[in-house]
């Protein structure tokens, strides 16, 4: 097995134990008491959010692949670890109103199991582009 192979596989192991990390405390501690509150909520995102960095340039490192770089910040960027929640530790269950605890609602106002879709779909497309345009100039 090749660096990037590898690192790909590693990567998707701990968006599996992120994700399911989230799904431990949004969707089994709340039956037993978990109250949500922003203070606590905010902390979490941004150390959700320094252990995937953390992930991606350590793998970065190993494998030394833009490509892989590119399309790993694409995918966390874009929030695509939150489809990967809904899809599998909700059993495909997704919110159907806004989804106010994204920073994204923050900012924009609103924020959906549609925009999120078309953004992970978009910002991956993008990442692709961005994938060739490199290797076409470093050919």
């Known amino acids: 097995m090749n660096k990037v192979s590898f690192s790909v596989i590693a990567f998707a192991v701990m968006v599996l134990i992120g994700t399911g990390f989230d799904y431990l405390i949004h969707g089994i501690l709340y039956r037993f008491g978990l109250q949500y509150y922003d203070s606590w909520f905010w902390i979490s995102q941004v150390l959700y959010f320094l252990f995937y960095q953390a992930v991606i340039w350590v793998l970065f490192y190993f494998n030394r ?11 966390v960027l874009t929030a ?3 489809i990967v929640f809904f899809g599998l530790w909700s059993n495909g269950v997704f919110p159907k109103g806004q989804w106010t605890w994204m920073l994204y609602y923050k900012l924009f106002g609103s924020w959906t199991t ?3 879709l078309w953004v992970s779909f978009i910002g991956l497309q993008v990442a692709s582009w961005l994938c060739l345009a ?3 100039v470093r050919s």
């Not at 692949?65 to 995918?75: E, K, P, R, S």
């Open 134 to 136: 490199v290797n076409r």
């Open 114 to 116: 549609e925009i999120q």
């Open 80 to 82: 695509t670890q939150d």
């Open 65 to 75: 692949n833009v490509y892989f770089l590119i399309l790993t910040q694409a995918f």
